[in-house]
T-cell receptor, first 114, second 114 residues
């Protein structure tokens, strides 16, 4: 079975632009979470979705938004990009009702903001 | 709220030597604890997890960790380091009280000397 997939793998954007990152969970998994990992730090929780509903939001500004589709894939959107948004964005999926503890991570999308 | 502290941002070991990575957690409710490994330019791979069953947890690649409630610790060990163990290691905690969102430590980079 395929693991969690993310696209694109890398992208470069300019300050003020908008970006959309995509994630496909493991087949059968209904929950998707997004994390931001700044270089040299541990991942920080951004969002969690289950069955298209937001289950949780981390301490990120409203420029960050996300959604989950009927096929359980997900998009993370970031508006008005800042230099500080440069990071590895990780998507993780989990099975069950989204309250299961084990999460499986994708390879990430490396975003560089110039 | 839950949090983890990883003691030591860098650990250097000789090939064949013991690997010991330290993690202390803070949680007001029974925690779930995890160790993840991240190789350069890759996502996170789960090494092992503690879910309130056995306190000594065995994971992949001969890694193991022991949950010690009295010390609020979950240290990771491997008896004999291989060159392939060079990577960054993250300790993480989650709990029912926060819908199992993962809170990560800052990470420990392991280098293995030949």
């Amino acid at each position: 079975d395929a693991g969690v997939t993310q696209s694109p793998t890398h992208l470069i954007k300019t300050r003020g632009q908008h970006v959309t990152l995509r994630c496909s969970p493991i087949s059968g998994h209904k929950s998707v979470s997004w994390y931001q990992q700044v270089l040299g730090q541990g991942p920080q929780f951004i969002f969690q979705y289950y069955e298209k509903e937001e289950r949780g939001r981390g301490n990120f500004p409203d420029r960050f938004s996300a959604r989950q589709f009927p096929n359980y894939s997900s998009e993370l959107n970031v508006n008005a990009l800042l230099l500080g948004d440069s990071a590895l964005y990780l998507c993780a999926s989990s099975s069950g009702d989204g309250r299961v503890y084990e999460q499986y991570f994708g390879p990430g999308t490396r975003l560089t903001v110039t | 709220a839950q949090s983890v502290t990883q003691l030591g941002s860098h650990v250097s070991v000789s090939e064949g030597a013991l690997v010991l990575l330290r993690c202390n957690y803070s949680s007001s409710v029974p925690p779930y604890l995890f160790w993840y490994v991240q190789y350069p330019n890759q996502g996170l791979q789960l090494l092992l997890k503690y879910t309130s069953a056995a306190t000594l947890v065995k994971g992949i690649n001969d890694f193991e960790a022991e949950f010690k409630k009295s010390e609020t610790s979950f240290h990771l060990t491997k008896p004999s380091a291989h060159m392939s163990d060079a990577a960054e290691y993250f300790c993480a905690v989650s709990a029912l009280s926060n819908d199992y969102k993962l809170s990560f430590g800052a990470g420990t980079t392991v280098t293995v000397r030949a």
